[in-house]
């Protein structure tokens, strides 16, 4: 499966939740999300430098990193070292479906002609440095990701 598509997008990845209304407008009920948006849009276009869009069934892979929690590490002089117990992925919130909402709707007009095009997306929620790592691979019509029937 070779990638059509792959950035890094530096910083805490921020879920695209609810709106809220504010008179007759709709607005972001997170106010993190704009920039957030903004900075995967401005790599993504960077990346793709004008490109003809993708308008094909693909897949979206992404990974998400999320700093850890002091409670991961030991104390005292070996402060700098991960518990035994300390997990590798990052089971709390944000939601994983949230996140992904963001980042289709950041490459829509961008990359991809419309985020419908998405037909199976995959998300993990890690730690380490905070970042997403955003992969595009093209859809084969001969399998089904999921193992289910094709037809």
Known sequence: M??????????TPIPQGSKRSV???MIEA?????????AVSHEALTAWEGKE???EPLFL???????????HYRTGKNAHMLKEDAPHFHAGKPDADKLLRAIGD???GIVVRDD??????NAVKLYGQERAV?????????RNPNGGDTQ
């Open 116 to 121: 419908s095009r998405f037909v199976q997306v």
């Open 2 to 11: 070779t990638n059509l598509f792959e950035i890094t997008v530096a910083g």
């Open 61 to 71: 892979l992404v990974d998400f990193y999320f700093a850890r929690p002091k409670s």
């Open 134 to 142: 955003i992969r595009i691979v093209r859809a084969t019509n001969h």
């Open 23 to 25: 008179g007759k407008f």
């Open 53 to 55: 869009l993708l308008d």
């Open 106 to 108: 950041s490459l829509t």
């Open 30 to 38: 997170n106010p993190r999300t704009r920039p957030w948006r903004s």
